[in-house]
């Protein structure tokens, strides 16, 4: 390769890596919340990480929880993760326990139960307004 190639490929890195970094830090928005289960006592705090994509739009990069209860809430909360990443919080808000049953694969539970089917979702809802809250302050400078 002479030099004059080997400069091409130099300036054409330098481009690609400038209008599209992908190491490039982004202000993170971290938000937590409980959920509680008083009927058999089943807790967990979710924590979901957002940050703004490309276009300025808030988005689900990351999540994770930290609590006990039945195995049915706590695979449920795993799930919930998978099933949110890369949403706005508009979608995480929106997406309903009938989207969670779908992941599972139609999993059909009885009254008792959805409680534990769904308070890792309940919490990811309140966490995702939360951030959404904190991003619009943050971006409207109050």
Same mark, same amino acid.
């Given at each position: 390769?002479?030099? /004059?190639? @080997?400069?091409?490929? @130099?300036?054409?890195?330098?481009?690609?890596?400038?209008?599209?970094?992908?190491? +490039?830090?982004?202000?993170?928005?971290?938000? !937590?919340?409980?959920?509680?289960?008083?009927? %058999?006592?089943? &807790? /967990?705090?979710?924590?979901?990480?957002?940050?703004?994509? $490309?276009?300025?739009?808030? $988005?689900? !990069?990351?999540?994770?929880f930290?609590?006990?209860? %039945?195995?049915?809430?706590?695979? &449920?909360?795993?799930?919930?993760?998978?099933?949110?990443?890369?949403?706005?919080? @508009?979608?995480?808000?929106?997406?309903?326990?009938e989207?969670? +049953?779908?992941?599972?694969?139609?999993l +059909?539970?009885?009254?008792?139960?959805? $409680? %534990?089917?769904?308070?890792?979702?309940?919490?990811?809802?309140?966490?995702?307004?939360?951030?959404?809250?904190?991003?619009?302050?943050?971006? &409207?400078?109050?």
């Amino acid at each position: 390769m002479n030099a /004059i190639d @080997q400069r091409v490929i @130099q300036r054409s890195k330098a481009l690609v890596h400038h209008g599209a970094p992908t190491g +490039q830090t982004t202000t993170e928005i971290l938000a !937590t919340a409980p959920g509680e289960n008083p009927m %058999c006592g089943d &807790s /967990i705090t979710m924590t979901l990480a957002f940050a703004p994509d $490309r276009n300025g739009e808030l $988005r689900m !990069t990351r999540g994770w929880f930290e609590g006990y209860g %039945c195995s049915l809430c706590m695979a &449920s909360a795993d799930l919930a993760i998978d099933e949110l990443q890369d949403k706005t919080p @508009q979608e995480v808000v929106s997406y309903g326990a009938e989207h969670l +049953q779908d992941a599972w694969g139609g999993l +059909q539970v009885g009254r008792a139960r959805q $409680r %534990c089917l769904d308070l890792g979702l309940r919490a990811a809802h309140l966490a995702a307004k939360g951030a959404a809250d904190a991003f619009r302050k943050q971006t &409207s400078g109050n």
